[in-house]
């Protein structure tokens, strides 16, 4: 218990920000020695993540501590949160009390306030850490004795009862230690889902859907209700999918035939926005309604009928109460953002990608499957590399243009690698066809469309990038340019990809060649003559992708675009590797 409990005084030092070097170096050295202190540190860091109460997580030393550990901590899909989450629910409440009653003197928080949310916080942590200790040695005692540790932390499908709520979309959606749910999947009954970030769409058998904002805790009691711990969700139910309810630590929210917002603050305030139509929000039980049948108004402690264009929030800190606040219809997402959803390819006998087939993406609301080619092929105009990189990419030996990978529909060819800027442009990039000298070129890829492409709401580019398991999951971020600025026009960088790394639709791709040049690729000129040396790509490939709304450059609506200037963002020690881009029509069935 020595080893446990210095753990929780040096990891509790870290979560307020106060453990120096020397700290830090025991800490790390508690987490090589002891598994199990190790998953307690990887989930408590999480867990106060997703909570807002880690302070200060941009210091080098510490992002770089954070890694370390999350590297050596193998997957775990458990419900931890939930659980953690019960064990610090008293003082949670006692921290809310202790808000409510400090009062601000002249602008400033006493000094024995201080000491006193200080106090709290490091209870907080210190009972978080408590649980997390607690459920760490119960799991391993489990194992060595019964062998159901990992039936408890896994649960296999044998174990669990799904719902007929299914995943309908989602939207750069991350969850809490597990990779993204496939569409159309089921979500299981009583199953803490904890989104940390993006928004994903649930739909309901009856009709009803919510679409969760992460950071969110949520999961599914019945095929008509859904439990949400913390975050934001937004709830339609059509006519036939009445009586639809949202659970929240203080309320039940029960739908008569309505559009409406709900926000569930980390201290359970709850607010109600009600868009169109009408909504009953109901006073929670003394006892979880997770266990109970839900009863009718008759037999609720308070109730109260919410109309079209009314906001509310209800609290229960020491009393229940709800407060009118002002309507915002902006609370209420009608629907997951335009993006690009998935894409089909041909296959090779063990089911890796190479040919793109078409392209499936929401646009101004609606969603259209493209083939790809009723896409606009581009052409490169200008390139410059970065110097010892591979700038191209192919199925098998170099043609005879090398440019020509980026014109075709394959994934796996491209003109690759292209040099960057840390900081975006703003004025024209100086390209190879202007006669200008090499070292005044700007660093990059000049990209011209076969036929203009036209800007409409929604994207208007599709842009497909080479992956490894090892690089940034979100995808290696971009800067996107005009290739002629104009008042109202600017550069816009991509940091997110629509389909990432953790994306189902994201597909593995085939084996490929790479190009590596010894020279510093400082032309076209260059890239198409320069001696390069070949081999294939060691290891496994995704095929990432994102589109690109020209109104983020500062185009106007139906304005006509003939090329792009590509730059790799330089914000770390990965580069941009574009296999294919194309523009849209402007023209699209559905």
Do not use: W
């Not at 700290?23 to 106060?48: I, P, V, W």
């Not at 601000?104 to 201080?114: F, H, L």
């Not at 999961?219 to 008509?224: A, H, I, K, P, S």
């Amino acid at each position: 218990m020595k080893n446990q409990e210095r753990f929780a005084e040096l990891f509790t030092d870290y979560l307020e920000g106060e453990l120096d070097d020397a700290g830090l170096t025991e800490l790390r050295e508690l987490l090589a020695s002891d598994e199990t202190l190790l998953r307690s540190a990887a989930d408590l860091y999480q867990t106060h993540h997703l909570l807002g109460m880690v302070v200060d997580g941009s210091r080098t030393r510490k992002e770089k501590f954070v890694r370390e550990t999350l590297s050596r901590l193998p997957v775990d899909s458990g419900n931890f949160v939930s659980q953690v989450m019960a064990d610090i629910d008293q003082i949670s409440e006692d921290s809310q009390v202790v808000r409510h009653t400090i009062k601000p003197q002249s602008n400033m928080v006493s000094e024995n306030s201080r000491l006193e949310k200080r106090k709290l916080h490091r209870g907080l942590i210190a009972t978080a850490l408590i649980a997390v200790l607690a459920l760490s040695v119960y799991s391993i005692r489990s194992n060595k004795n019964t062998g159901l540790a990992e039936k408890v932390s896994n649960p296999s499908i044998e174990d669990v009862t799904l719902s007929e709520a299914r995943f309908a979309h989602l939207a750069h959606a991350k969850f809490f230690g597990e990779l993204l749910p496939p569409v159309n999947s089921a979500l299981a009954f009583g199953r803490d889902y904890v989104l940390m970030s993006g928004l994903v769409e649930i739909e309901f058998p009856a009709g009803a859907s919510a679409i969760l904002e992460g950071p969110a805790v949520f999961r599914v009691l019945t095929d008509e209700c859904l439990a949400l711990d913390v975050g934001r969700c937004s709830v339609h139910a059509p006519d036939g999918a009445e009586g639809f309810r949202i659970e929240t630590p203080v309320t039940s929210v029960v739908d008569r035939g309505t559009r409406f917002a709900i926000n569930v603050s980390e201290t359970s305030e709850t607010e109600v926005q009600v868009i169109e139509g009408a909504a009953d929000v109901y006073q929670k039980p003394d006892r979880p309604t997770d266990q109970i049948e839900f009863k009718q108004e008759s037999q609720q402690k308070f109730q109260v009928r919410m109309t079209s264009n009314q906001g509310q929030t209800f609290t229960h800190v020491g009393k229940f109460s709800a407060d009118a606040v002002p309507f915002n219809s902006s609370a209420y997402h009608s629907q997951l953002p335009d993006r690009v959803i998935s894409y089909q390819t041909t296959k090779d006998a063990s089911g890796k990608a190479e040919m793109l087939i078409s392209v499936k993406l929401q646009r101004d609301g609606r969603i259209f499957d493209i083939p790809v080619e009723d896409l606009i092929p581009i052409e490169v105009i200008s390139f410059t590399g970065h110097p010892g990189h591979a700038h191209i990419a192919t199925k098998g030996d170099l043609p005879s243009h090398r440019c020509e990978t980026s014109s075709d529909y394959s994934l796996l060819t491209g003109v690759i690698n292209p040099d960057g800027s840390r900081e975006p442009l703003k004025s024209d990039p100086v390209l190879n066809n202007t006669g200008d000298s090499a070292d005044s070129i700007t660093p990059g890829m000049a990209i011209r469309f076969q036929s203009p492409v036209m800007n409409m709401p929604g994207p208007d580019i599709v842009f497909f990038d080479l992956q490894t398991l090892g690089n940034p999951p979100d995808g290696d971020a971009f800067h996107v340019s005009p290739l002629k600025f104009k008042e109202g026009l600017k550069s816009h960088t991509i940091c997110i990809y629509d389909l990432t790394l953790e994306s189902p639709a994201a597909l593995e791709l085939q084996r490929f060649q790479i190009h590596i040049f010894e020279e510093h690729v400082k032309s076209l000129e260059m890239l198409e003559t320069a001696s390069c040396a070949s081999r294939f790509a060691g290891t496994k490939f995704r095929g990432l992708a994102v589109g690109i709304d020209l109104s983020d450059l500062g185009y106007e609506n139906g304005e006509s675009v003939d090329g792009l200037f590509i730059q790799d963002a330089k914000d770390d020690g990965h580069n941009v590797d574009p296999v294919f881009i194309g523009g849209l029509p402007s023209q699209l069935e559905v």
